[in-house]
């Protein structure tokens, strides 16, 4: 599984990065940005041009144009990524209270996420596979469902199915391929937030979530944001 965005823009980037790593995946950020790193020893690196690598263990490279070893970098600590006004911020904890990377963003140039423990990408498209079954079989989603297109793009990100309800409601579709959490369900509310300022005003739309489970808060925060899950296997 590979995803990739071109000149993102901050607040897609921060959003791209956040689901990624929601879905399990490892992110690549590549743009113009500075650290710094706060705890025994203070330091840090003046705005450049860089790449960060935040791994699914929560590992944090920063790696500049040159060299082997990187610039920077944190683990075992909690990272949290975040959009404030034109500046992304990846915030790393490294597990002592008194060590903690920020890296700081001011243009994201290319965004990447991808399975690092994918040996054949080819052969592992479960989310497509989902893809193929809920355009073979709309009412996986609900009775009724009537999907027009894949990949509608938003300002927010590509929908993985987009669609028409039975009542003519606007319908999101999002597919998971395993077991998700809030991020995902965060991750529908923003498509479907962009849907509603993209289409008329009165439009009416509707997001589904497609997954074989959801946890508990995940569950709560669709339901909180009116939107639906569907279980599938």
């Known amino acids: 599984m590979t995803r990739a965005l071109s000149s993102p823009g901050i607040d897609r980037a921060a959003a791209f990065a956040s689901d990624a790593r929601g879905d399990g995946l490892a992110v690549s950020l590549v743009g113009e940005c500075a650290t710094t790193f706060e705890g025994r020893a203070?330091?840090?690196?003046?705005?450049?041009?860089?790449?960060?690598?935040?791994?699914?263990?929560?590992?944090?490279?920063?790696?500049g144009a040159t060299g082997r070893d990187p610039d920077a970098w944190a683990s075992g600590g909690s990272?949290?990524?975040?959009?404030?006004?034109?500046?992304?911020?990846?915030?790393?904890?490294?597990?002592?209270?008194?060590?903690?990377?920020?890296?700081?963003?001011?243009?994201?140039?290319?965004?990447?996420?991808?399975?690092p423990a994918d040996d054949d990408p080819e052969a592992s498209g479960t989310e497509a596979d989902l893809k193929e079954r809920v355009l073979a079989d709309p009412d996986i989603v609900e009775p009724?469902?009537?999907?027009?297109?894949?990949?509608?793009?938003?300002?927010?990100?590509?929908?993985?199915?987009?669609?028409?309800?039975?009542?003519?409601?606007?319908?999101?579709?999002?597919?998971?391929?395993r077991?998700?959490?809030?991020?995902?369900?965060?991750?529908?509310?923003?498509?479907?937030?962009?849907?509603?300022?993209?289409?008329?005003a009165d439009a009416d739309v509707r997001g589904v979530l497609v997954a074989p489970e959801i946890t508990e808060k995940a569950r709560r925060l669709l339901a909180a944001n009116g939107l639906s899950f569907s279980p599938v296997e």
């Not at 203070?42 to 790696?63: Q, Y």
């Not at 077991?179 to 962009?194: C, D, F, T």
């Open 144 to 177: 009724g469902f009537q999907p027009r297109t894949t990949e509608r793009e938003t300002p927010a990100g590509p929908v993985d199915v987009y669609g028409r309800g039975r009542d003519g409601a606007v319908v999101a579709v999002e597919l998971k391929a």
């Open 42 to 63: 203070e330091r840090s690196l003046p705005a450049g041009v860089r790449t960060l690598l935040w791994k699914p263990d929560d590992t944090v490279l920063v790696h």
């Open 79 to 115: 990272v949290a990524v975040e959009a404030t006004g034109d500046e992304l911020f990846v915030r790393c904890d490294s597990g002592d209270a008194a060590d903690a990377l920020t890296v700081r963003f001011t243009a994201v140039q290319h965004a990447a996420a991808f399975d």
């Open 179 to 200: 077991r998700v959490g809030p991020a995902a369900a965060s991750q529908l509310e923003r498509y479907v937030n962009a849907l509603r300022r993209d289409l008329h």
